[in-house]
């Protein structure tokens, strides 16, 4: 009913509104004989003439369509329509619901890539093999209240994992608001929800230990800073050579916490991100021959001579660039402090393979003094030193080395160190090329 209306409304405009009113006064006026038939048929006919004419030009008489209004739908109307897997589909986060048994009957599409479109059918011991997320399961499917468990899977990257596990009351056909409570004890069907809480945990971490690293290591500059003020406060404070000396001291201790700062938060965005594949494309010859650039005044300044060899043609590698420059420049400084001794310092780099697949291999080699065997497993652990006192007079912080692995781990790269005392050291990293 109300979908004629509204047709007749869009039926009649303005126009024929006009036109039948005008037809309905004339008749009155001629049943009553305040004019005659004749002159009042054509002057409504001169005026419906008019009326049209008006309304053509305006538009007034274009029929336009309505489209039929949509009537309410109801939630049980959508389900039953077959869009609950696809609202289930639109969820970020993996939903997996089991039957009585423990049998996966339906899962979204974020479950599938967690657990496999397989595993529809299947026991879910079978597609998640987590002894603690197994007992929670079975104690909601017995009867249990819903549970949350935390848990993480180690391979192929560790991730960690809060299930939110909730059983589902379907009441059975005649049994009533309750339920059949001997059919619910048979085993309820479950909802499995699981949420990736990775980046979560591996802030909570990277925090953790951003304090204790920073605590640690800036310890011995601020209580060398704290004596030097004491003496000139005290003693030292008219006497300006010892002034000069204390300021300069602590120049450099107020420099190497800056540093130590500064490698902590780079590692620890480095850190963040690691498990994110970088996608531009980066010429690693251009970036080796920028950190050389910045590099040479230092190196002339310490005597040393930094050469590069690379072909002429070399495949490109998918990387961040600011990130790689780091590596380059990470290395170079490293060389350049342990091993200025050597007065030469040799950057290669070459195509190369890995698993059958394209790589390019940058190496750095120092002529230095060396590190011994027993060390090189633990180069590149935060602030560890082969000695730690010449690695603080140089100005190192311990972290270049750590952050080199970590990016290289981003880039899917691998990272050799060889070293030989009194011949000098190699840093290899291999990257995947762009075919």
């Known amino acids: 009913m109300r979908q004629r209306a509204l047709g007749l409304v869009d039926r009649w405009t303005g126009t024929r509104t006009f036109i039948v009113a005008s037809a309905l006064v004339f008749l009155v006026l001629v049943f009553t004989g305040a004019i005659g038939a004749l002159p009042a048929m054509l002057a409504f006919l001169a005026l419906a003439g008019i009326a049209v004419l008006r309304g053509t030009l305006t538009g007034e008489t274009k029929v336009v369509a309505r489209a039929p209004m949509a009537e309410p739908v109801s939630a049980a109307a959508i389900l039953g329509a077959g869009a609950g897997q696809a609202i289930l589909n639109q969820l970020p986060d993996p939903v997996v619901v089991l039957d009585g ?43 249990g209240e819903g549970v949350a468990v935390e848990y993480s899977v180690p391979v192929p990257v560790e991730r960690h994992y809060n299930a939110i596990i909730r059983p589902i009351e ?35 971490a990277m925090r953790v230990d951003f304090i204790a690293n920073a605590s640690h290591e800036l310890k011995t500059p601020l209580a060398s800073l704290s004596g030097f ?90 990387g961040d660039r600011d990130e790689l420059v780091q590596v380059v420049q990470n290395l170079v400084d490293n060389a350049l402090r342990y091993g200025r001794s050597g007065k030469r310092i040799e950057i290669a780099l070459a195509a190369d393979s890995r698993a059958g697949k394209p790589a390019v291999r940058l190496s750095v080699r120092d002529f230095g003094p060396g590190i011994a065997r027993e060390d090189l497993p633990r180069l590149t652990e935060r602030f560890y030193r082969v000695e730690a006192t010449a690695g603080r007079v140089s100005g190192g912080t311990g972290l270049g080395l750590a952050i080199v692995k970590h990016i290289v781990n981003r880039h899917e790269g691998t990272l050799a160190i060889d070293s030989e005392l009194g011949v000098g050291s190699v840093f290899t990293v291999t990257l995947p090329a762009i075919a």
């Open 229 to 318: 003020i004491e003496t000139l406060k005290g003693h030292a404070k008219d006497d300006p050579e010892a002034q000069a000396r204390f300021l300069d001291i602590m120049a450099d201790q107020a420099g190497r916490m800056r540093r130590l700062i500064e490698g902590l938060l780079s590692l620890s965005r480095i850190e963040l991100r690691e498990h994110m594949r970088p996608v531009n494309v980066v010429d690693l010859h251009g970036v080796v021959n920028d950190v050389v650039d910045g590099l040479t005044p230092l190196a002339e300044k310490s005597g040393v001579e930094i050469t590069v060899s690379a072909p002429e043609e070399l495949p490109s590698v998918r």
């Open 170 to 204: 379907i009441e059975p056909p005649g049994t009533g608001p309750a339920g059949d409570p001997l059919r619910r004890r048979k085993g309820s069907p479950v909802l499995l929800l699981l949420r990736d809480i990775t980046e979560m945990r591996r802030v909570e």
């Open 101 to 143: 048994t423990g049998r996966v009957i339906l899962t979204n599409r974020a479950a599938n890539a967690l657990i496999g479109e397989a595993a529809l059918g299947k026991h879910v011991a079978t597609v998640l093999r987590i002894a603690p997320l197994m007992t929670a399961l079975q104690g909601v499917s017995r009867g």
